[in-house]
């Protein structure tokens, strides 16, 4: 039996007080957006990768070099992850970008890396969706508050054996790549930057929703590899995420990801940036 109690004579009090960001992000080191666009014009294109339709796709990118996914055929939200490529152990960390950030990123905002390193791994450095801002039922792009759609919850809620969900796209490419069991894969993949997805809260229940992305294809997002990146983006199964994910029937597209070094000497005076100066004592001499 669950006790329901009375507001206390206070309580609209206790509602008013007003919030405190808890990581006011004034002092975070600030990319230079200045030198990486201009670096961007001379870049070259070396690569590129098609995730296909309810599929994901693995990518390298090394430090300094940019890396763009597309839409190319119609609407389509990815799923992305990254590690550092020398080190799967170093990966990307939605949660603290989230805390530094906000649930959704956009130009000028970073991808940061797990403990104990926290350091940006890649740094956005065009969203062509950046007009969007946030809706009126508070839904926005780019999200770092979705964990990845995956067939443990769809066996959960619904008992079914889905598997080509996000979360299993990325364990099938990343085995793949790097020539390991889908066993041994699985446990590197994780939290995701949802590209294009267009997603919130809602203010009554505080639920994560979804709602149709307003990309379009000739739509990118776009980065600057901060260190030596492998990515695995996975076209979600849920297509522009309007209806339904983990499914067979939405309309999906594939998802381009395209590779561009810049010009000799066109980054002068950039370096990839060090692990955190953390001294990692926590308190023990």
């Known amino acids: 039996m669950t006790d329901i109690f009375e507001a206390p004579a206070d309580a609209e009090a206790r509602r008013a007080v007003r919030p405190v960001v808890c990581y006011p ?16 014009l001379g870049a070259v294109k070396t690569g590129e990768v098609l995730a296909q339709p309810r599929e994901a796709a693995c990518f390298e990118v090394p430090a300094g070099h940019f890396f763009r996914i597309s839409s190319v055929e119609g609407p389509q939200v990815g799923d992305l992850n990254l590690w550092n490529r020398k080190d799967l152990s170093e990966r ?5 970008t989230r805390a530094l950030h906000g649930t959704h990123i956009t130009t000028g905002e970073r991808m940061w890396s797990s403990f104990p390193h926290l350091r940006p791994m890649a740094t956005i450095t065009a969203d062509t969706l950046g ?13 770092v508050i979705g964990t990845r759609c995956d067939p443990y919850t769809g066996n959960l809620l ?3 054996q889905y598997h080509h969900c996000c979360h299993s796209n990325l364990t099938r490419a990343l085995a793949e790549h790097l020539g390991m069991s889908r066993a041994e894969a699985e446990p590197h993949v994780h939290d995701v930057l949802n590209v294009f997805m267009c997603t919130g809260f809602t203010r009554d229940t505080g639920q994560y929703f979804m709602k149709a992305s307003p990309v379009r294809p000739g739509d990118y997002l776009e980065f600057f590899a901060e ?12 297509g522009d995420c309007s209806a339904e994910h983990s499914s067979d029937t939405a309309a999906c597209h594939p998802l381009l990801i395209e590779i561009f070094a810049p010009a000799a000497g066109a980054l002068k005076g950039w370096q990839s940036p060090q692990r955190n100066g953390y001294d990692g004592s926590h308190g023990q001499p």
């Open 25 to 40: 992000n004034e002092t975070l080191p600030a990319p230079d957006l200045t030198l990486f666009q201009q670096a961007r």
């Open 227 to 238: 260190i030596d990146i492998l990515g695995a983006l996975s076209a979600c199964p849920g």
């Open 131 to 143: 007009w969007y801002g946030i809706d009126d039922f508070g839904g926005s792009v780019h999200d």
């Open 158 to 160: 619904a008992g079914s």
């Open 92 to 96: 990307f960390y939605s949660g603290k």
